[in-house]
Structures are given as C-alpha cells and as structure tokens.
C-alpha cells in the first residue's frame, strides 16, 4: 500500500479512535477522542486538547524499541547487536549485517510509521489553523505540532535520505503525485518549522504540561540539524541559546539520570512519558532491551539491541558510566550465571523477579549532555566536552590522562558521543553526521561498508503501488 495511502487510512484510527491511557504524571490524563465525527470535531479547546494528546501519542511508536530509529541508530551502528528474537529475525538481522533489501518488513515498518504519524500531526495543524480559536491558544499548539512534524521528517530524511515530503494530509488521489524531495529541500522545511516552534513554544519552566515540547527541545534538535547539513556557525548560534538560556544543567551524578526519581529533571529537554500498568503507557525498553526470552530479570526479553564488544571496549576502564549503562550478564531463574552485555539504562529494579512486563522508565529524546557536546562539535571548544567529562569524574581532554587516541577534539567528541549516549538512538546518526561512519563502520562490521549503504532502501511495496517512487542507488 502506497505509504500516503495507509496514512490516510489510519488517520481514523489514530486521530479520532485513539485509546490513550490515563497518566497522572502528565499531559495525558487528558480524556480520548471517541466515536467522534471529524465533521463536526475539531470545535472547542477541548476538542483540540484532545487531538493534541493524540499527536504526541504517536512518540510511543516512532521511538519504539523496535522502531526504524532502533534499527538504524544501534543495529547498523557498532553499538548494538541481536542474537535470538522472535519474529523475522532475518530481515531484523539484515540491519546489523547490512544485507538489506527493499522488500524488508522492518524497512517498510519504519517507512510506513513515520508517514502515519506525521499524517496525525499534520491533520492537527491544518485544523488548528482553520479553527477561530483564540490566537495565543491556536499558535502554542500548532508550535507544538510543527515541532513533531519537525522530527519525524528529520528522522526520515536521516533514513532514507530523499523522501515525500508531507506539510499536509493528503487525500489518495493527492499521494501518487507526492514524489521524493531531495534531502536540501526537506531540510529546508524542518528547519522552517523548528524556527517556528523555538520562536513560540514556552521555556521548560513556563511549561504547563509535563512532556510537552519546549523552546529548548526545539533549539537543541534545530542545532542537530544545522550540524547534519554543516552550518556550524548557526547551530553554534542556537546552541548557545539553549546555553544561556539557563533552563537547563547536568544532574550532578550520571546515575541520576536512569533513576525513576529524577525523571523529567534539568537535563533533560525532551522526554517521553511512561507509566507502569497494564492500562497505561508503560515503558517497551526493558523488556525489549533484555536478553532473550530470559524469564528471570523481567517478563520475558526481547533480545533488542544487545551490547556490543565494541561499546563495551570504547569506555575508558575508570569511567563510571560503563558499569551505569551495561549489565554484563544476570542470573537465570536457577541461579545460574549468564554472561552477556545488555543494557542497564531502563532496567526498574522494582519488577525483578515480578513477571511483569509494564516498566516506568521515560525515554530521554534530547538531554543537555547531547547539547553541550553538539555544542563542542560547532564551537570547536573543548570546555563543553570537558564539562561532560567533569560529571564523569574522568580526566578532562587536552590534560594529563586523556587517552591519546583520540588526539583530535573531533576524535574525542565522537568517543565522548558513544560512552556518554550510548543505546540512545545516536551512535549511526552521529557517524553519518560527521562522515565517519564508511571508515569506523567498515572495520567494526568487519565488511565494506559504502555511502550507499547508508540510507535504507525505499519499501517495495511503496513502489509497486507508485511506480514514480525512485529507489536509492544500490538496492
């Protein structure tokens, strides 16, 4: 099914049908559109509180454990790898191997959520913006609108390089004429919205919703996306904003940050809300992220993006952070002892041993650390990095004890990158940016890895229906 056709198909489903779940931590106690008629919705503030808590709804999927964003950020990086898994493990194992191909059901999962979610989103806006609702009202929604329109194109465009490029719903007959636009041209557009949403989306502490998008959230993800077309010079600019803006601070201990009781903290300038329950927005990670079908450190185990000898060996053996971010192996339900590295990040020691599979743990999209790193990158100034290392309580770059193989600041902010953000939906986006991955990607993978490799190859199935879809170079 043509991807702008299955979007439209959904928008029902998504938008007007959607069961959301109670969170008494946020924004989305708010109650579900049900049974309405889009005809004669979309009238009050309440009827656009409503569709607005559907919108960022859609993060649970674009962010999934088993996303596109998961596949490509960790399993084509050197970060993450698989081992047992239920499912098609041959296509989910094609993204480690890079033996993909376009007929692949994960590549056509992360092509078709995307569009689905942006065609929620977009819905939103366009009856924002033909609503009479009050204008400060109308415009802080639609800011927060455009700011997930903003990156969900950001993340595709970083998939599958040319892509169509959706600034609003789009009827069926509308979708066989809506081609790929190349990359500049996609840019152009998120950094249009991220401009509008950073200049009327309220500061982290104006916010009067937990989760809601922010100023700073749009500024730092504007600033990663100045970086990834190369205009260093204005995501030093915008960087800086979220700097001084004062808004926003390291938590004084890394341990804090995957502590349940800091959650939404100062670090952290987007971040997506979960609940543990069985009726509400529990959090996918650890039990995704856990060995396989393990029954004894949470319900079950995915088997997802399992620790790399790679990851593991990139961390100085000082450095506190190693040991935060990765178990190296659990104890299975006959107290026998299982060496393997996986993840520590959204491990809840409260559901050891429960059987259960609903967690707490939020999902950090952007931190402060990440900010002040990408700061360091467009500023060529080693003291953000340092500042990084400072909380780490590990020696500072260009003074005694740094290890020298990262004899360039480039070298050691991309080290920094890994070990500090490791498993966080960086590590292939961040080689990519910095044109590193060819070289760092090739050795770890242990097989040529070429600038087509890259980006994934366009669905099949998309093609099949429109034919005027072109494929990437190589699949």
Known sequence: MNAI???????????????????????????????ANETNYYKTEKDFETAVVAAYATLYTEFAPESGLSYCSEQMSDEATVYDMAGNVADKQAFKNYSLYPANTI????????????????TVIEKLQASTLNGQFKTGYEAEMRFL??????NLVRMFGDIPLMKKPAVVDESYGILRSPVSEVYDFIIEDLQFAADHLPLQSQISRVGQATKGAAQGILGKVYLTVGNKNAAKEVLW???SSNEYELLPDYAHLWDLAH??????????QHVAGPTTPSSPYNESFCPYNNMSICGQGGGMNQVTDDLWNEFEPDDPR???????????????????????KWWDPAWVNSGSYYFENNFIVLRYADVLLMYAEAADDPSYLNMV?????????????????YSTLALAIEHERMVELSLEYHRWFDLKRTGRATTVLSERKGKAITE?????????TERDINPALTQNTGY
């Not at 590549?107 to 977009?122: E, F, K, P």
């Not at 290392?389 to 193989?405: F, I, L, M, N, S």
């Not at 087509?452 to 099949?460: A, C, E, H, K, T």
Request: a neutral charge; hydrophobic letters at 40%; one cysteine or more.
């Open 389 to 405: 290392r400072d909380r780490a309580g590990v020696p500072r770059y260009g003074e005694a004890g740094y290890p020298a193989q």
């Open 149 to 154: 329109r903003a990156l969900y194109h950001f």
């Open 241 to 243: 904003q979220v700097i």
């Open 107 to 122: 590549v056509l999962q992360a092509w078709s959520s995307g569009y689905n979610n942006l065609m929620v989103v977009n």
């Open 322 to 344: 190693r040991d935060l971010s990765i178990f190296t192996g659990y104890n299975d339900k006959g107290g026998n002892w299982i060496e393997i590295k996986f993840h520590k």
């Open 263 to 272: 959650e939404n903290s100062r670090e952290a300038l987007f971040e997506i």
């Open 452 to 460: 087509q490799m890259l980006v994934l190859p366009i669905p099949q």
């Open 5 to 35: 056709r299955l979007i439209t198909n959904y928008t029902g489903i998504l938008l007007l049908g959607a069961v959301l779940w109670s969170c008494s931590e946020s924004f989305l106690d708010l109650s579900p559109i049900s049974r």
